[in-house]
């Protein structure tokens, strides 16, 4: 600490004080979300597997697509009616999965929101605290 | 932020200003970190003033929590009341400020700690980290404490 008094006199320059910083900063804080292991378990497996599976045939059926292309790039007579129906038998079921995965119950979904409502919810408020550093 | 260089359009400082019992004239400030001036009182119908808080003691960064009297924060209270200006944050006084006629306002209570900075005092003398002063008197327009950076 620093022992500058002054009393009843004529200063012409500035004091300078070394230990004018406290170390208290205003910082902003919020309401943590306390996440259990169940929610952590439902974030991380809580997705209806039909996603999953929605997700391969629509990968594996634009792999199909791209040779389609390749094939019939010059001549598309030269696709048969059965590479056709393949076609169009991977996006349906794709397509089909995916509507299965959004009606089955979506856990993770449900955490992800209640997540988001705390958050919208929990006020923002500043306040002072002290370095602990 | 506030600085030496940039002040806001309406501050229009006091000829004098009597903070804790030291008479700064020529409207001089009462503290400075390197070129930020936390506190600001002008000259108003009631007293304007700026405060800003320590927002990092580490990078130096001030946000501005009291503009042109009115709070800018959840946390910080100002008021007037029987002539005095207070700024109150988690119900402590923090600075009340009278004027005392057109060219003269008087700071009667002053305490920053919360806000960062070691100082406080009242209508005796001011306490600045280790130090104290009480009626002294700085004329010219300076800086009666500052802290280089």
């Known amino acids: 600490m620093t022992d500058k008094s002054l009393h009843g006199k004529e200063i012409t320059e500035t004091q300078i004080i070394p230990d004018l910083l406290t170390g208290t900063d205003i910082g902003t804080w919020q309401a943590e979300y306390l996440l259990r292991e169940v929610e952590f378990d439902r974030i991380k497996y809580g997705k209806p597997i039909t996603f999953i599976w929605a997700n391969s045939v629509a990968l594996t059926t634009v792999g199909f697509g791209l040779n389609l292309v390749a094939k019939g790039y010059s001549t598309v007579a030269s696709i048969s009616t059965g590479e056709w129906v393949a076609l169009s038998l991977g996006i349906i079921s794709s397509i089909a999965l995916y509507i299965i995965g959004l009606l089955l119950p979506n856990k993770r979904k449900k955490v992800m929101q209640k997540i988001e409502n705390h958050f919208e919810k929990a006020p923002t408020i500043r306040q002072a605290f002290k370095d602990q550093n | ?149």
């Open chain 2, 1 to 149: 932020m506030i600085t030496r260089n940039s002040t806001p359009k309406n501050y229009i400082p006091f000829n004098t200003l009597i903070i804790c019992s030291n008479t700064l004239s020529g409207g001089g400030n009462l503290v400075a970190v390197g070129d930020v001036l936390p506190l600001l009182i002008g000259k108003g119908e009631i007293p304007k003033i700026w405060l800003q808080a320590l927002a990092d003691s580490k990078k130096n960064q001030f946000i501005t929590i009291v503009e042109e009297s009115i709070s800018k924060h959840p946390a910080v209270k100002v008021y007037e009341e029987s002539g005095s200006l207070n700024v109150l944050i988690s119900e402590e006084i923090v600075l009340s400020v009278k004027i005392l006629n057109q060219d003269t306002a008087v700071v009667e209570k002053l305490d920053f700690r919360p806000i960062g900075l070691n100082m406080h005092g009242d209508l005796s003398s001011l306490t600045a980290g280790g130090g104290t002063f009480s009626g002294n008197s700085m004329s010219g327009g300076g800086t009666l404490i500052g802290l280089g950076l």
